[in-house]
């Protein structure tokens, strides 16, 4: 049997089946191959949440669904390690990556088995759409009624975190002639939702969290999708860089000397702490490669902004017209429940991140349909099985990893293993709610940062110095405690921070074991399971960077403004820029990152961040209170720093950085190192 690159999870005592070449264990009462009828066999259990959740009714007969059937890949272990084989350094194959059309001959669905599926959906009545070239999905649609008699189903309504929606209560099952060709269905349970994982750190203007309103997946038309969100601006005073402006007048409770936030740090400012400056002296900025940015919908503005933001910020960097392409479905669904122009922001952050690390790289925006997660998968498809990008940034998740459908897990392992195997690098933001205890009570990895086939991207909080220089980098864990009268009284409540932890769904990766400590991966459980994240980059929204969007001003108008803003949605896009910059440098893709990462743990390629679980510096933050301007007053608080929970930054690897965050050139050199065959082991220090 080949090796596998891990094993998939759940805490369930249950039947497994083979599934992308892994053991993946169904929801107890579920079977993969058997049903109250022999003829049929189950796809789906019914989600384990629906019986400790009230049901607000029945779905109605005439609703519409959105559905689609997940196809199984042919020779899963194969698959798997080629997948490893091409992308652990320690391979002879490392780097002999598959193009989309090989991959699909060895791997995907044949078309028999896809007409199987689509003449079987027909016949219930469903209307088939899209069939990727992959064979990765069938999408169909129809009503209630039609889905529950087909799949021999009962379909009700909930609410689940404030939002409302449906899920079936009984297992769903199909004829036993479609047994291991359908590995389930998506949209019978649409309580899978994305969020987007930025922060302004105000609470004036959260992340995007879905509305409790009734499901409306009506189609909208890209130019009928809702205007841009109110605006939201920074007040003063600020530093130019970190610690520029000391905040005298207050009683100073930490051991570093209180300064006001920094302003927002400036596209050269985050280059010079990453040292790509460097490379960029030698003509290396990312020419040549591209990368794909995945959120939600589409801003309306977004080239207009970009290139309004790099010439009033980046002058030196134009972005040009024809470095901007986009991947856009003909309609969009879901807007009001996903708040669909609170993506606007997150889409122009991801995009002016990128080009900031990477200035001469080419740009694909690629679109959801909505932040269901089917949708966003379903994106992220699209750009592997075109092989349309060297680099894949998702700035989005789940909080936490309960609940997520088993047949997601399955879909998305799939998209990930081909992208391996293509050589396709796919980041994703580890979270912005550190441990997630303060967030949904509990300890858990965000998914889908937790799938072993990504690189979760923690969170820092980044200090960069008057020539653009890395000062230091703290694992991001922020604290909040408002002034009263002239200090500032501690403890600070904990407001936000990088996403990590450990993951109850997936099993210790090959890259992690021997790297990642035992009270870390083991941390409730008896084996060891992946440890998220993987590496970290600037993601505090104190120490955030400064982006441009068009947004709605109070008078109704909708006009270009600036702010500063930060979240793990800062940290991917950043880390995906200097991934191209990398591969353009070394004339290689790095492909599927976290072997290679693993591979360099402990060299000059990482800044080890170690501080522990002390708190002993922070920023003054000023705000107006309606966050548009100070006609309603200010507000001052303390943002600390380092207030990080049960996860913390150690020596070694760590549950809020991972390996750490890259060290400029050294992280450059070390990566020629392991791609130059007289090199046999990393750079120590």
């Not at 105000?202 to 038309?221: E, M, Q």
């Not at 070394?586 to 000059?604: E, K, M, R, T, W």
């Amino acid at each position: 049997m080949p090796p596998h690159l891990h094993r998939l999870r759940t805490g369930f005592v249950a039947t497994t089946v083979a599934a992308v070449g892994m053991a993946v264990a169904l929801p107890a009462g579920a079977s993969a191959a058997t049903s109250s009828s022999s003829a049929r066999v189950q796809v789906n259990a019914a989600p384990s949440w629906t019986a400790k959740t009230a049901s607000t009714g029945a779905v109605a007969a005439s609703a519409t669904l959105q559905l689609s059937a997940v196809l199984q890949l042919r020779n899963t272990a194969a698959a798997t390690a080629l997948a490893r084989a091409v992308s652990d350094p320690k391979s002879k194959t490392y780097g002999h990556y598959w193009t989309p059309a090989a991959w699909r001959a060895a791997f995907a669905p044949t078309s028999a088995q896809i007409t199987s599926v689509t003449s079987w959906l027909t016949k219930q009545g469903f209307i088939v759409g899209t069939v990727p070239a992959n064979g990765r999905y069938v999408s169909f649609s129809g009503t209630a009624a039609q889905a529950e008699a087909a799949f021999g189903t009962s379909l009700s309504g909930f609410v689940k975190a404030g939002a409302s929606v449906i899920a079936n209560t009984k297992p769903a099952t199909v004829p036993k002639a479609l047994a291991g060709v359908v590995a389930g269905i998506t949209g019978l349970d649409t309580s899978a939702r994305s969020v987007s994982d930025r922060t302004t750190g105000d609470a004036a203007k959260p992340t995007v969290k879905a509305a409790a309103v009734a499901p409306s997946p009506a189609a909208v038309p890209a130019d009928q999708l809702p205007p841009p969100e109110p605006v939201f601006r920074n007040s003063g005073p600020c530093s130019k860089y970190y610690g520029s402006k000391p905040a005298t007048g207050f009683v100073d409770p930490l051991k570093d000397k209180l300064a006001y936030v920094p302003c927002g740090y400036k596209p050269s400012q985050l280059r010079g702490a990453y040292q790509l400056d460097q490379t960029q002296a030698i003509g290396a900025d990312g020419r040549g490669v591209v990368v794909a940015v995945v959120d939600a919908y589409a801003s309306p503005n977004i080239l207009s902004d970009a290139q309004h933001y790099s010439a009033v910020n980046d002058p030196q960097h134009p972005f040009r017209s024809y470095q901007l392409d986009q991947n856009l479905p003909l309609t969009f669904t879901h807007t009001d429940e996903c708040g669909a122009n609170g993506w606007y922001g997150e889409e122009t952050l991801d995009v002016e991140a990128v080009h900031a690390m990477a200035p001469g790289a080419n740009i694909l925006y690629v679109g959801g349909a909505s932040c269901y997660d089917s949708d966003l998968s379903a994106a992220v498809n699209t750009v592997v099985d075109n092989g349309l990008a060297n680099v894949i940034t998702n700035s989005y998740g789940d909080a936490g990893e309960d609940g997520i459908p088993v047949v997601e897990l399955i879909e998305n392992e799939q998209t990930n293993l081909q992208a391996a195997a293509e050589g396709i690098s796919i980041l994703f933001s580890s979270g912005d709610n550190g441990d997630e205890i303060a967030d949904i009570g509990t300890r858990e990895a965000d998914y889908q940062a937790s799938d072993p086939l990504v690189t979760a991207v923690g969170g820092t909080t980044l200090a960069v110095g008057a020539t653009n220089n890395w000062q230091r980098e703290i694992g991001w864990g922020t604290g909040v405690a408002p002034l009263v009268g002239n200090t500032f009284p501690l403890p600070a409540v904990y407001q936000a921070g990088g996403g990590g932890g450990q993951s109850h769904l997936f099993d210790q990766p090959f890259y992690q074991q021997g790297v990642v400590p035992k009270k870390i991966s083991e941390y409730d459980t008896t084996t060891p399971t992946r440890a998220v994240p993987d590496v970290a980059m600037d993601a505090d929204a104190q120490t955030g960077m400064l982006v441009g969007e068009s947004q709605m001003f109070p008078d109704g108008s909708v006009q270009y403004s600036e702010y500063r803003i930060g979240g793990t949605s800062l940290a991917s896009p950043l880390m995906a820029g200097l991934t191209a910059v990398y591969d353009q440098y070394l004339h290689f893709s790095l492909g599927f990152l976290n072997p290679v990462l693993y591979y360099l743990n402990g060299s000059v390629a990482f800044h080890d961040i170690k501080d522990g679980t002390a708190i002993t510096a922070g920023v003054v933050r000023v705000n107006y209170a309606n966050s548009f301007d100070a006609s309603e007053g200010l507000t001052t608080s303390l943002r600390t720093f380092n207030q990080t929970g049960t996860i913390y930054t150690r020596k070694g690897y760590d549950d809020v950085t991972g390996v750490g965050t890259p060290n400029g050139v050294n992280f450059l050199l070390s990566l020629a190192s392991v791609l130059s065959p007289a090199k046999a082991h990393a750079p120590t220090k």
